[in-house]
Each structure stands twice: as C-alpha cells, then as structure tokens.
C-alpha cells in the first residue's frame, strides 16, 4: 500500500489526479504543472511533432523536458 501523499493543486489541476495534455508547443505547461507538484508521475504530455523539431522550434523546450523527464513524466 502506497502512503497518501499531500494533494497540491495549481487552478483545477491536483497532484492526486492523472493527467494527459495533448498537443504541448514548448512543453511550458506540463513543466509547470510538475514544477509545483514536486513530481511528474501522473503527467503524460504529448507533442504532433517530434522531440527533436520541438527542442528545434522552441529555445524553452530543452528545460521543460528535462524538468519533465527528472521528476517522472511519460
């Protein structure tokens, strides 16, 4: 059994929820949402282009995915 972990919330978003967002430009809001949670665990972020057009396009993305990636995004 899991211990209960303390819920924080940013707007409608809760910690205890699972959460998909489909289509990130820069990955800015995924990120921010994992920034105030304390972790990405629940968080599946998605992009229509690949990783590499996205770190391409967008100068932010790089630092939004690494913050995703070390707090446990899929």
């Known amino acids: 059994r899991k211990p209960m972990r303390e819920e924080r919330r940013l707007e409608h978003y809760s910690s205890l929820d ?8 820069n990955f ?12 990405a665990h629940n968080i599946v972020a998605t992009s229509l282009d690949s990783k590499e057009k996205v770190l391409r396009v967008y100068d932010s993305a790089g630092i939004s995915l690494l913050n995703l990636e070390t707090r446990g995004a899929l």
């Open 18 to 25: 699972r959460i998909l967002l489909v289509g990130e430009g």
């Open 28 to 39: 800015s809001f995924s990120s921010a949402l994992a920034s105030t949670f304390g972790c």
